[in-house]
């Protein structure tokens, strides 16, 4: 079955630390992945896509993430975390055919401290 | 622009009971989805229409059924509540063109006792 994985639940940094956050998935084929943002209170909002071109994609607030095809791993990275960057992320994938569901991983929650 | 829209944004109902939720997709957007988000389980996909039909449909009883109406507007019943079914309810919205973004709705939180 397709799969997405994210190996850190529970992700605790200071300000200024730098933030990689790991994901996974287990399609075959073209994907196109995702990362969402789920700040306290608000909706869930996309950071950034992947669908095709430059592995490396950036995205809203900073954010950056690298598709890696041989590692089936998409994972989301930012240089220097503020405290507004408190947050749940999610990742998700799709395969790129007919009707294909969007897959999330179970999510990360990030708390920076000040 | 005006968002997705879910109402109500709290339901509690009783074991047994049914539940409606609706949703209001982005205005030109014909798909709509609709997730549950139960503690510790990230975001379960239910259930995809587009265009009135029912495209894709996750890995839950048929208990959790739904439909979309001809203004793309779409409504989630879920039958014979059960304890385990109290979550958040997300509804997302998009083009219908492979790979698009979803945008999501504020969620119902629904609460079984």
């Known amino acids: 079955a397709q799969s997405v994985s994210q190996h850190n639940h529970h992700v605790i940094l200071s300000e200024a630390a730098s933030l990689e956050l790991g994901c996974n998935y287990s399609?075959?084929?073209?994907?196109?992945l995702f990362w969402y943002v789920q700040y306290p209170g608000q909706h869930l909002q996309l950071l950034l896509k992947?669908?095709?071109?430059?592995?490396l994609v950036k995205g809203i607030k900073g954010f950056e993430a690298e598709f890696i095809k041989s590692k089936f791993s998409f994972n989301l990275r930012k240089p220097s975390v503020q405290w507004s960057d408190t947050a749940e992320y999610f990742c998700?994938?799709?395969?790129?055919?007919?009707?294909?569901?969007?897959?999330f991983g179970t999510g990360t929650r990030l708390l920076v401290s000040p | 622009e005006a968002g997705v829209t879910q109402s109500p944004t709290h339901l509690i109902k009783t074991r047994g009971q049914q539940a409606t939720l609706r949703c209001s997709p982005i205005?030109?957007?014909?798909?709509v989805y609709w997730y549950q988000q139960a503690l510790g389980l990230g975001l379960q996909f239910l259930l995809w229409?587009?265009?009135?039909?029912?495209?894709n449909r996750g890995n839950f009883p048929p208990r959790f059924s739904g439909r979309q109406f001809p203004n793309y507007s779409s409504e989630l019943n879920v039958n014979a509540l059960e304890l385990e079914d109290s979550a958040l309810y997300l509804c997302?919205?998009?083009?219908?063109?492979?790979?698009?973004?979803?945008?999501f709705g504020p969620g119902t939180r629904l609460t079984v006792l």
């Open positions: 992947y669908f095709s071109g430059d592995p």
């Open positions: 998700a994938a799709k395969k790129n055919t007919g009707f294909q569901k969007l897959v």
């Open positions: 229409y587009d265009e009135g039909e029912e495209r």
């Open positions: 997302a919205s998009s083009l219908y063109l492979a790979g698009v973004e979803q945008f």
């Open positions: 399609y075959g084929g073209t994907v196109n």
């Open positions: 205005s030109g957007h014909t798909s």
